[in-house]
């Protein structure tokens, strides 16, 4: 009877012990778990609630954005030159392809768009940045693709058809280096100009007025947010935006007198500029070889496409109107204006010409090589002589020349919207001289420099600035093509001439059209016309191939159309090859009135 109590004792003892080191055990454990279940909550919660609430958002809401149109470009009498057209496009919601479905998706889209389905992945993946908005990833769909998508539908989810609004240039090529293009931005120019409101399938002006004037004519993105269910059907749109368009310009460029200048300059390379020369403003600008700036509307370039722009051995994209050649005989008007205004030589100076000059131990020729008999300034211009205007640079100097054809404008943008584009020319000096040549500057440097020949460089545009002084009676104009404040104070300065300075440029150029180099230009059907013609030499692949100039205005007593024309490597003189594109134009305007 002793026994029993005694094991009992000894084994509620011994069970005791166990159980208490048991509950601290199950205690700290569940102090560890708890503590852990809150460290993670707090985690998920606070520091990465931001995240997860972005996601269930980005699951539950879509954004539909709506693409701005661009505003409409018109001429100065309100003729159409850039507008809006409205293509079927396929959309893609970024998280499609990702999810399962995407191995029926993606081959079923590469085979009706005719895309391969690494490209359009990488268009999705490019897209990361905005999961929750559509992604374009084809456009221009044919009627048969349209009806292919629409087929399979029940097979493409997340896939949409919508219209878009995409830049149209009614006439192609014929207005390319005025109007430029428009063309979708790249991913690496995104990340430049996202903090300026661009977004993935914005487009952007590339080149011309679609570049110069982007930033009124792009307007701004609108949309909708709508909230979907889980198998991303539209529940309630929860908020919208109108999509704003851009701003409408109105150039000063006269289609009529464009389409002329295109036709006149035909196939030849090279380039037509009109101008008003009396305020600046641009009538027309022709380049060629030029290109079809509704290609890059297309979503992937064709290769012919590719092959007669980017690769084409003529540069289709360079604007010549504003790239630099040496201006020839045209440039004779500042040669004649140093020579006037330096006060070295009378408006009644004459000077004989000869069949070719010594000057500095070089032979510096006549064009025609027997010279002209004595001649004043009038007739100098009227039959170009070289050797007149070598004797005027030779003593006017080096750096007289040099100011004077920098007052004209020369070796300096001209102030047009083109900035980028535009060329700055060059006006050799000293300092030029001894950095490019390490020699010092000579007097056959001046010589060569006074009949617009040696290292001088200006382009078309220019050498219409400099005709318009003698046009305008002694004012540099400023080239421009917006069509806002014609008033002529507003885009010329004075070059404060002597008015016989003036009254001789005048009567010069009158001469050459009437008597001269340019008589191809005096004709019944126009008004008297004043120019002057040059010949540029030049060569190409080790063959002489002369560049062509003609400039003309017309009324000559009254002018309200200045044109210039050049053709690159024409093998002709200016006024057998240039001055009849000028005759095509002016009779055109003229036909007019």
């Known amino acids: 009877m002793t026994i029993l109590p005694s094991l009992l004792s000894i084994t509620k003892n011994t069970r005791t012990v166990g159980r208490g080191v048991q509950s601290t055990f199950v205690i700290l454990f569940t102090l560890l778990m708890l503590s852990g279940i809150g460290a993670r909550l707090i985690y998920l919660q606070i520091i990465e609630g931001k995240n997860h609430r972005t996601r269930a958002e980005s699951n539950r809401i879509r954004i539909i954005s709506k693409q701005p149109e661009r505003g409409n470009i018109f001429d100065r009498n309100g003729k159409l030159l850039a507008s809006t057209r409205y293509p079927r496009s396929v959309y893609l919601w970024p998280m499609a392809h990702t999810k399962p479905a995407w191995s029926v998706v993606g081959p079923r889209l590469a085979k009706i768009l005719d895309i391969p389905q690494e490209e359009i992945e990488k268009t999705l993946e490019q897209s990361a940045i905005s999961p929750s908005s559509l992604i374009r990833i084809a456009r221009n769909l044919n009627e048969a693709q349209v009806t292919a998508l629409k087929e399979y539908e ?10 878009e609004a995409v830049r149209y ?7 390319a280096h005025v109007l430029g293009y428009t063309r979708e931005i790249t991913a690496k120019q995104l990340e430049k100009r996202k903090a300026e409101g661009y977004r993935l399938g914005d487009v952007t002006g590339q080149m011309g007025v679609e570049k110069a004037y982007e930033k009124l004519l792009r307007g701004e993105w609108g949309g909708q947010q709508i909230e979907v269910d889980g198998s991303g059907r539209p529940i309630k749109v929860l908020g919208s935006k109108e999509a704003k368009a851009g701003n409408d310009l109105h150039l ?6 464009q389409l002329a200048a295109e036709k006149a300059l035909g196939k030849r ?3 037509i500029v009109a101008i008003d020369p009396k305020n600046g403003a641009i009538l027309a600008m022709v380049s060629h070889p030029t290109f079809d700036p509704n290609i890059f509307s297309k979503q992937k370039l064709s290769q012919q496409d590719v092959k007669t722009t980017f690769q084409n051995p003529e540069h289709p994209f360079v604007n010549r109107a504003i790239s630099v050649f040496p201006p020839a005989s045209t440039f004779k008007i500042v040669t004649t204006t140093a020579g006037l205004e330096s006060g070295k030589f009378s408006p009644d100076t004459v000077l004989q010409t000869y069949g070719s000059l010594n000057i500095g131990g070089t032979r510096f020729g006549e064009w025609n090589h027997a010279g002209f008999g004595p001649l004043g300034f009038v007739g100098a211009l009227q039959w170009s002589s070289d050797t007149f205007f070598y004797q005027i640079g030779k003593r006017v100097g080096g750096p007289t020349l040099i100011e004077w054809t920098r007052k004209y404008g020369f070796g300096q943008r001209t102030g ?5 584009e535009e060329a700055k020319g060059l006006v050799p000096d000293e300092n030029w001289k001894q950095k490019t040549w390490k020699i010092p500057w000579s007097v056959g440097d001046t010589v060569n420099m006074s009949i617009g020949q040696g290292a001088l460089q200006a382009t078309p545009l220019q050498v219409a600035v400099m005709f318009a002084v003698p046009a305008n009676s002694g004012y540099r104009v400023q080239p421009h093509l917006l069509k806002d404040n014609e008033e002529a104070k507003s885009w ?3 070059l404060n001439l002597k008015p016989t300075t003036i009254k001789i440029l005048r009567e010069g150029l009158r001469k050459v059209v009437h008597e001269g180099t340019g008589k191809a230009l005096n004709v019944p059907t126009l008004p008297p016309v004043a120019g002057k013609s040059g010949t540029a030499e030049a060569w190409r692949k080790g063959v002489k191939e002369n560049h062509a100039w003609f400039g003309a205005y017309a009324p000559a007593d009254k002018p309200e159309i200045l044109v210039v024309a050049f053709a690159e490597h024409s093998g002709g003189g200016g006024g057998s090859v240039a001055a009849p594109m000028i005759l095509e134009i002016m009779e055109k305007h003229f036909a007019r009135k």
């Open 492 to 494: 010329r300065q004075s």
């Open 269 to 271: 390379n090279g380039a």
């Open 169 to 175: 240039y009614p006439h192609g090529q014929e207005l």
């Open 416 to 420: 047009f919207e083109f900035t980028t």
């Open 154 to 163: 029940n097979e493409l989810p997340g896939v949409e058809i919508n219209t």
């Open 252 to 257: 000063t460029i006269d289609l009529d007198i």
